[in-house]
């Protein structure tokens, strides 16, 4: 039976509101410090530059043919309205096909759920002059949910800004129903820079220290949320598996990484590789967790590597009777940079099933996470980079196959990806 090094406590030290780029996220990264300071570990805090945002008014108006003013959220990163809004047209696009998008000049236009980026550039190039995105669910209590709050993306705002705003999808379909076409919207906000930061440390190696595996997680969190399963269970599962290689040296150099920000578009490791470009000649892999601990769930490792690998994985899964789907893919997190700039990479994440634990509101709370499964699935981990850190020879081709290089130009929007 494999030691616990009580990294399981981390997690309630961390369970608060921690946007990337804000002062609570700094404070979790010092924790973080902290507990690698109690192992005589040395670290270091890398800051980067962030896109930060304070909305200050958000307001929509019904004008026409009823009157009713509408809860909203305001989008972060979408600029401003004059102080007295714009009025304008209402459109409902649903999901922006060709036949939505026809004159759309000056309009303000409601769409299904978030803002995807192809979308968001085709209203530009519409010069669309306001949007309106829905949230939730048509069964939500509002007493106990949160109105979400949402940010564009630079890939998004690099064409352009629009000004937008979130209501619940239960307003929207009454909106629909009450045949509303002519709006007001109001957006004011304060839009800046901050500083985020990457925690790093290391163990080095005994036999290979110039031969490098990343082990990653994010620390921050959304708005409304204290992140205990998404993701403050990934940095102290990290945490575990620096207390087992203190004790027990790898023959490989293993590079611990906090990132910050990956709620804001995996900011943390891009920044990361941005910076460390000659170093990542060395990383031979990287090793990413995403989310564990929850007591009804199920184990999934996403490899963006040679299928080979996923055989790999997957033997050695069954060998030692652990339970875990594992697929070759792209992860939306921390491992995705590091496979975009050339370096395999994967992601350990522990799913909830639908109905379960809740991610991205009030509902990220410890009190859906289990210790047992905690302790289960970071022994898997540790054993497996055990094993990959102390191969004599890395049995993991160190290439990104074409179908994983065309998925990563669809995940980083450099493609878009073909309708079906």
């Known amino acids: 039976m494999m030691k616990n ?5 981390l997690i309630e030290k961390i369970s608060f509101e921690r946007i990337g780029g804000s002062k609570e996220e700094l404070k979790a990264a010092k924790i973080i410090q902290e507990e690698l300071k109690k192992k005589d570990l040395d670290s270091k805090l890398e800051a980067f530059e962030v ?16 009157k009713e003013t509408i809860s909203v959220t305001g989008y972060g990163m979408s600029g401003n309205t004059p102080k007295e809004g714009i009025t304008a047209d209402l459109v409902y696009i649903e999901n922006g096909v060709a036949a939505n998008l026809v004159d759309l000049k000056d309009k303000i236009v409601l769409v299904n759920g978030r803002m995807p980026y ?7 190039e519409n010069e669309v002059k306001g949007f309106i995105s829905v949230s939730g669910s048509v069964y939500d209590d509002y007493t106990n949910t949160d109105l979400d709050q949402w940010s564009l993306r630079l890939p998004h705002y690099k064409h352009g800004k629009i000004p937008g705003v979130t209501m619940r999808i239960k307003t929207a379909q009454e909106l629909l129903r009450k045949q509303a076409s002519k709006v007001r919207l109001t957006l004011t906000q304060k839009e800046s820079k901050r500083n985020s930061h990457n925690v790093v440390t290391k163990i080095k190696g005994t036999t290979y220290p110039n031969k490098v595996i990343g082990v990653t997680a ?11 399963f998404d993701n403050a ?21 293993l590079k611990f990484i906090w990132c910050g920000s990956e709620e804001m578009g995996l900011l943390g490791a891009k920044a990361y590789v941005e910076a ?27 490899c963006t590597t040679e299928k080979s ?11 030692v009777g652990f339970p875990i789907r594992v697929r070759q893919g792209v992860y939306s997190s921390d491992s995705t940079p590091f496979a975009d700039a050339g370096v395999p990479a994967m992601s350990f994440a522990r799913l909830a099933p639908r109905g379960g634990a809740e991610i991205h509101s009030r509902k990220d709370l410890i009190d859906f996470l289990d210790e047992k499964a905690y302790y289960k699935t970071c022994k898997f981990i540790i054993d497996f980079t055990e094993k990959i850190a102390n191969s004599v020879v890395m049995p993991i081709p160190r290439t990104i196959p074409d179908n994983m290089k065309e998925e990563l130009d669809y995940y980083n929007v450099r493609k878009e990806r073909p309708q079906k």
């Open 233 to 253: 269970t990934g940095s102290a599962t990290i945490l575990e598996l620096i207390n087992y290689f203190k004790e027990h040296p790898p023959k490989r150099t």
């Open 218 to 228: 994010h620390y921050d969190s959304v708005v409304f949320s204290s992140g205990a």
């Open 51 to 66: 896109d930060y945002y304070q909305i200050e008014t958000a307001k929509l108006e019904v004008l026409e043919p009823f």
């Open 276 to 302: 460390h470009k000659e170093e990542l000649e060395a990383f031979e892999f990287v090793v990413n967790v995403d989310m564990t601990g929850v007591v009804l769930g199920y184990d999934i490792a996403v």
């Open 118 to 124: 192809a979308l968001y550039k085709k209203l530009v």
């Open 309 to 319: 690998f996923i055989d790999y994985l997957d033997y050695y899964a069954k060998e």
């Open 5 to 9: 090094y009580n990294s399981f406590d």
